[in-house]
């Protein structure tokens, strides 16, 4: 499955909105109902983390800035407001069909 | 708290072999599947394995397969990465993540560069 992630960059003026989408080559839908549809940021010199899962879900400590959306084969990653500290690489990933496949990443800088 | 920490990555020449550890605490560790992902220098993430729990299924990516093994030892809470006919191409940092499909934790990578 592949995953195509635009815009390739963000720049951002802070306090602003920014949306990142990702859509995948083929459905996302598990047979068990689920979506697993994955939002990961990665800051600089940091590991990935996980924001978002199964489309929607915001992981524990994930300021509610942060929302996912989307459903089938397109989605959505929106920052409310943007905040210096959200500057970093997002990247979107789909877990319903193997191989795993990320996007190939979206970079957000401050204007 | 979830800690996962690699080990085991350097410098290697091309077609020779190494192991990476990854040492995971804070989680019932044989109750989760746990993937292998690589970013090479300046790119994007790429999954590269992935095994269940009891380490009876396991999964590669086909730019690895043949060449990769993925394994653990339960008893020591140990994921590894059996890593055999290095190419330059395999330079990457490698992260170990919890869970099958979740990824909901990534360790700090250990660093693997395939250079003559």
């Known amino acids: 499955v592949v995953m195509t992630q635009s815009p390739l960059s963000l720049p951002v003026t802070l306090g602003q909105p920014a949306s990142i989408s990702c859509r995948s080559s083929q459905s996302l839908v598990y047979s068990d109902g689920n979506t697993y549809l994955n939002w990961f940021q990665q800051r600089p010199g940091q590991s990935p983390r996980r924001l978002i899962y199964?489309?929607?879900n915001r992981d524990s400590g994930v300021p509610d800035r942060f929302s996912g959306s989307g459903s089938g084969t397109d989605f959505t990653l929106k920052i409310s407001r943007v905040e210096a500290e959200d500057v970093g690489i997002y990247y979107c990933m789909q877990s319903t069909h193997w191989p795993l496949t990320f996007g190939g990443g979206t970079k957000v800088e401050i204007k | 708290q979830v800690q996962l920490v690699e080990s085991g990555g350097g410098v290697v020449q091309p077609g020779r072999s190494v192991r990476l550890s990854c040492a995971a605490s804070?989680?019932?560790?044989?109750?989760?599947?746990m993937n292998w992902v690589r970013q090479a220098p300046g790119k994007g993430l790429e999954w590269v394995a992935v095994i269940s729990y009891d380490g009876s299924n396991r999964f590669y990516g086909d730019s690895v397969k043949g060449r990769f093994t993925i394994s653990r030892d339960n008893s020591k809470n140990t994921l590894y990465l059996q890593m055999n006919s290095l190419r330059p191409e395999d330079t990457a940092l490698y992260y170990c993540?919890?869970?099958?499909?979740?990824?909901?934790?990534w360790g700090q990578g250990t660093l693997v560069t395939v250079s003559s």
């Open positions: 804070g989680f019932a560790f044989s109750s989760y599947g």
């Open positions: 199964n489309v929607s």
């Open positions: 993540a919890k869970s099958r499909r979740d990824l909901d934790y």
